[in-house]
């Protein structure tokens, strides 16, 4: 076997054996003890597993969402007394002002040729508020029916509070008709609509 030379030589001189110092063999003895100090090292390295890089995503920033306009509430219209309406599709009550003019030629029950019919007449309906203060009595309204077939604006004669002139007014502008005929064409008129409210009639279950 062979053996790794040592860093120091006997060599045998005038028959005794004389030690000299052996450069080479101190190299190679470096070097071997370099090489068994790292080997565990690297066989250690050689084992692992790298693990992979994690990477942290950037923050995202949050996106503040804007509070939603508010629309205000449209006021309720309270009827009074020689002003006129406009019906509208929500139910509620449009006031027509004084330069509102709509150019829709109207013509008298004397002027026209036939009389607008009423069909169909809904009844309005009770308040709690005026069947809890016991109101009752009559609402007169002016009623423009128009060529078109459809209520254009109404007009009050007479009213009541607590909310049976708004309420009658609805009614009115619910009202089936046949329109008018002058010269063999439809045309527009007023025509009176009253409307009672009585408590006898009213029911416990209405609004």
């Known amino acids: 076997m062979l053996k790794p030379p040592t860093s120091y030589s006997e060599v045998r001189f005038a028959d005794k054996y004389v030690v000299v110092y052996n450069p080479a063999a101190m190299k190679f003895m470096a070097l071997l003890s370099v090489i068994l100090l790292l080997s565990p090292v690297v066989r250690t390295q050689s084992g692992r597993r790298a693990k992979p890089a994690v990477t942290t995503?950037?923050?995202v920033e949050e996106r503040k969402s804007e509070p939603a306009l508010e629309v205000p509430a449209r006021p309720e219209v309270t009827?009074?007394?020689?002003e006129e309406y406009r019906c509208s599709d929500d139910n509620t009550l449009e006031r027509i002002l004084d330069n509102?003019?709509?150019?829709e030629p109207i013509v008298t029950?004397?002027?026209?040729?036939?009389?607008?019919?009423?069909?169909?007449?809904?009844?309005?309906?009770?308040?709690?508020e005026a069947r809890r203060n016991g109101i009752q009595g009559f609402v007169t309204l002016k009623v423009?029916?128009?060529?078109?077939?459809?209520?254009?604006?109404?007009?009050?004669?007479?009213?009541?509070?607590a909310g049976l002139t708004e309420n009658a007014i609805r009614a009115a502008c619910k009202i089936q008709f046949k329109p008018g005929v002058k010269d063999g064409q439809p045309v527009s008129?007023?025509?009176?609509?009253e409307y009672a409210f009585r408590l006898a009639d009213s029911s416990i279950f209405r609004p």
Request: hydrophobic share 35%.
């Open 189 to 193: 008129m007023w025509l009176t609509a």
């Open 109 to 128: 029950a004397k002027e026209a040729d036939a009389r607008a019919e009423i069909t169909r007449k809904p009844s309005p309906d009770y308040t709690r």
């Open 79 to 82: 009827a009074e007394k020689n």
């Open 57 to 59: 995503p950037p923050p």
């Open 144 to 161: 423009l029916l128009s060529a078109n077939g459809e209520v254009s604006r109404v007009r009050v004669i007479k009213g009541l509070p």
């Open 100 to 103: 509102d003019q709509s150019g």
